[in-house]
T-cell receptor, first 114, second 112 residues
C-alpha cells in the first residue's frame, strides 16, 4: 500500500501523559499536513511542512503540541501533558507542491484521553 | 474556524435517487474540493474544481462552483447504499499556505 500511513490507529492515554503519533506520507509528496477532527465536525488545520521545514502553524497548536519532519519524509506529532480536550482524531495528509492538486489522507489516529 | 458550511447537515434518500449537497464559503479561493469520509475513517478525495471552472464531472459525481455566490454543489446520481458517508467541502484560500479549510459536513444515508 503506497498511501499515507498513520500509527497508531488508536491511542488511549491518561491525562497528563505525553503521546506521539507518526505519519508516513506518499513518498514523492513534499507537502505534509496535520489536521484534528472532533466528533461531528470537519477537520481543522494544525500545521504543515514543505519538505523538512514547518512553514505554518494554526493557533490551535498550543505550546503543548510539537511536530517534526526531520528528513522531509515521515512526520511526528507530539502532545505533551495531554488534556481531555485533546481527545480527537488526528489526521495526516500529503500532497505535491503544485497549487491545484489533491491531498491524500491517512486513516487517522484516534486519541482518547481519560 | 470553519470556512465552509454544508447544507443540509443530514440527508436521507432511497437507493437510486439523486443526492444534492451544497457548500458555501466566505473568502476568495484557489480551488474547492469535496471529500468523503466513512465513519471513523480517513478522508477520500472525490473531486477538485478550480476557481476558474464552473462545472466538473467524475463518474456519478457532478460538482458546480459559483464564485459570485461563493457556493458549490455536489450531486451524486443514482445513489447506492455504499454511498452512505459524510461529505465535506474544503477550500484552498487565496494567499494561504494551501491547507484545506473544511466545512462541518453533510451526513448522507442511502437506504436500500
Amino acid at each position: 500500500d503506497t498511501g499515507v500511513s498513520q500509527n497508531p490507529r488508536h491511542k488511549i492515554t491518561k491525562r497528563g501523559q505525553n503521546v506521539t503519533f507518526r505519519c508516513d506520507p506518499i513518498s514523492e509528496h513534499n507537502r505534509l499536513y496535520w489536521y484534528r477532527q472532533t466528533l461531528g465536525q470537519g477537520p481543522e488545520f494544525l500545521t504543515y511542512f514543505q519538505n523538512e521545514a514547518q512553514l505554518e502553524k494554526s493557533r490551535l497548536l498550543s505550546d503543548r503540541f510539537s511536530a517534526e519532519r526531520p528528513k522531509g519524509s515521515f512526520s511526528t506529532l507530539e502532545i505533551q501533558r495531554t488534556e481531555q480536550g485533546d481527545s480527537a482524531m488526528y489526521l495526516c495528509a500529503s500532497s505535491l507542491s503544485e497549487l491545484n492538486t489533491e491531498a491524500f489522507f491517512g486513516q487517522g489516529t484516534r486519541l482518547t484521553v481519560v | 474556524s470553519q470556512q465552509g458550511e454544508e447544507d443540509p447537515q443530514a440527508l436521507s434518500i432511497q437507493e437510486g435517487e439523486n443526492a444534492t449537497m451544497n457548500c458555501s464559503y466566505k473568502t476568495s479561493i484557489n480551488n474547492l474540493q469535496w471529500y468523503r469520509q466513512n465513519s471513523g475513517r480517513g478522508l477520500v478525495h472525490l473531486i477538485l474544481i478550480r476557481s476558474n471552472e464552473r462545472e466538473k464531472h467524475s463518474g456519478r459525481l457532478r460538482v458546480t462552483l459559483d464564485t459570485s455566490k461563493k457556493s458549490s454543489s455536489l450531486l451524486i446520481t443514482a445513489s447506492r447504499a455504499a454511498d452512505t458517508a459524510s461529505y465535506f467541502c474544503a477550500t484552498v484560500l487565496k494567499g494561504s499556505a494551501r491547507q484545506l479549510t473544511f466545512g462541518s459536513g453533510t451526513q448522507l444515508t442511502v437506504l436500500p
